[in-house]
């Protein structure tokens, strides 16, 4: 069985709270409360953002055509970033709530750099455009 089935299937499952309403409900995984799923996911949109900032900065350098890149790094950073400040906002407690606090933190970080290196790309991509 493929790794990308066996997530789909943890996904496609119903997020219960407690391990104990896990239990109660048949799953036997317990992936976490919703608000830790949205801080993971605000966090991977956040990273995606970084890894695409980093080859638009990259490929500017060399006079490369990724320029959508950088926009996207930008606009994936900014998302993923505010979504982070919005779960952050909206904690209860602090780390070891279940509330996402840590993911929140690194999403709202890496949303962060993501905007600023996707930024970089975009400007320096400008610069190296011939007659522009």
Do not use: H, K, Y
Not at 74 to 101: E, I, K, M, R, Y
Not at 109 to 125: D, E, I, M, P, Y
Request: proline share 2%; hydrophobic share 50%.
């Amino acid at each position: 069985m493929s790794v990308l089935i066996v997530l789909a299937a943890q996904a496609a499952s119903p997020v219960c709270t407690t391990a104990a309403e896990c239990a109660g409900q048949g799953v036997d995984t317990f992936i976490g409360t919703p608000d830790r799923v949205w801080a993971s996911v605000a966090a991977l949109v956040s990273l995606s953002g970084v890894v695409l900032g980093r080859l638009g900065l990259r490929s500017a350098r060399r006079g490369g055509g990724w320029r959508r890149a950088g926009l996207a790094a930008v606009v994936l950073g900014l998302t993923g970033g505010l979504n982070g400040a919005a779960n952050l906002a909206s904690a209860d407690g602090g780390l070891g709530t279940g509330n996402g606090v840590a993911g929140g933190a690194a999403a709202l970080a890496l949303g962060l750099a993501g905007a600023v290196l996707g930024g970089l790309a975009l400007a320096r991509s400008r610069r190296a455009e011939p007659g522009g």
